[in-house]
């Protein structure tokens, strides 16, 4: 697989508990990074912005859901710019889009700046969600996949891949190693939100879904193993 988007949570940047941002919980996932570029793979990141402000928590506490969703669009931004300079230090090449535009600070998306920029190798950050409300990044992520025509769709999660149920709360659940988009619509198994998994659906673009803690999944995901679970059209 040449180019990649990876969907990674906000939570991923946080500390032990998931919120701020702390350099050094995300410092194994820079390294894996910095090894896929240097494999001459290319990589775009869509990071949630969960770890500094949800929308959904602001919408349920009186915020206005449309001012609360922009509120956490401008956390996905600033998570973007501080994974994209943690990955300088480990020497790659990094290019920040927002779907927004925030002058001075970072570029608005263009289609095709992004993917020279890939083409380039450097690893492309795609921030600011959809640029509208009421869509989740897991939207944005397979959106700006298709846009760049990427081969596939990771979501890094803290769970080995999906299953039948919450395998936290069910001991019985059940893990699939492979998934057709039908199916996990059938089952209502929340991998994603449900645009999100028809644009994939609707595109043929293939979906994994792994367990980021695990040591080398990444590099081994993009070399084509079976790590986590794959879902696809058929």
Do not use: W
């Not at 039908?182 to 659906?201: F, N, S, T, W």
């Amino acid at each position: 697989m040449t180019r990649v988007l990876l969907k990674l949570s906000g939570e991923a940047l946080g500390g032990a508990d998931g919120r701020g941002l702390e350099p050094a919980g995300s410092a194994s996932l820079c390294a894996e990074i910095a090894e896929l570029v240097a494999a001459g793979r290319q990589l775009g990141i869509v990071v949630g912005g969960g770890n500094l402000v949800r929308g959904a928590s602001l919408a349920e506490g009186g915020c206005d859901r449309v001012t609360a969703d922009q509120i956490g669009t401008l956390g996905t931004i600033m998570n973007g710019l501080a994974l994209a300079e943690q990955l300088r230090q480990h020497g790659v090449s990094c290019e920040t889009f927002s779907s927004i535009a925030v002058d001075g600070v970072v570029e608005v998306f263009h289609r095709d700046r992004a993917v020279q920029a890939l083409d380039a190798g450097k690893v492309c950050f795609f921030t600011g969600g959809t640029g509208n409300p009421l869509f989740t990044t897991d939207t944005a992520a397979c959106l700006r996949a298709i846009e760049i025509g990427a081969d596939l769709v990771l979501k890094a999660t803290k769970v080995d891949g999906i299953y039948s149920a919450d395998p936290a709360k069910d001991p019985n659940a059940k893990r699939f190693a492979t998934l057709t988009f039908a199916e996990v619509l059938a089952q209502d198994l929340g991998v994603m939100d449900l645009p999100a998994i028809c644009l994939c659906r609707d595109h043929n673009l293939p979906l994994v879904v792994y367990d980021m803690t695990t040591a080398g999944a990444l590099a081994r995901i993009v070399r084509g193993e079976s790590v986590g679970t794959r879902v696809t059209v058929a």
